[in-house]
């Protein structure tokens, strides 16, 4: 065991020498070493002058020099600029959202308008249909359909406005009845031209 102190203690004063050495650029008189070295603490006060490389530092510089950074996205290209989006939000909403655009994902939220505004097209091609059907029989088929999307329609409307950031951002829901009796309203109009 005291050997083992020896000899760390050995490592201890040579690589204090030679930190010496580059700091000052010239050779020091043994002498002028201490004859009892303390213990070394974790982080090193460090002599004014000397480099000190923390574990870290040791493992990226290694990894460069085996070249694993080379294949690296990006690698030798100026790093893009700040995203302006970005900086309007603090924290963690910001490391979030660029999380999320670094692997091309949208927020919940936006995932669930653009369901919303499909589902509301698919609504608005049914209730077309609806103004064109001739037949009362097909026409009742029609707005039976119509209640139905509308239904998880109005469901995910719900779901959306619960969890949009802003309330600016809600959306109004659709009421069926509404949208079936001005859908007459123009069948009529067109049965009349």
Known sequence: MA?????????????SDEARRR???ADLPDESLPDTVPAPSRRPKGLTGTQ???WLDRQIRQAQEQGLFDN???HGQPLAPDDQNVRAYAGDDAMGLKILKDNDALPAW???NREIAAMRAQCAKVLDAYVAAPE??????LATDYRRLVAELNAKIDQ?????????LEQIRLRVELELRDADQRRWAALDR
Do not use: C, F, H, W
Request: no cysteine.
């Open 136 to 141: 009362k029989a097909r026409r009742e088929r």
């Open 23 to 25: 700091a000052t650029g």
């Open 160 to 168: 959306y406005n619960m969890s949009v950031p802003a309330r600016s």
């Open 110 to 112: 936006i995932e669930l």
């Open 52 to 54: 000190y490389e923390s």
């Open 3 to 15: 050997d083992g102190r020896e000899r760390r203690l050995d490592e201890i004063r040579q690589a």
């Open 72 to 74: 690296l996205r990006g």
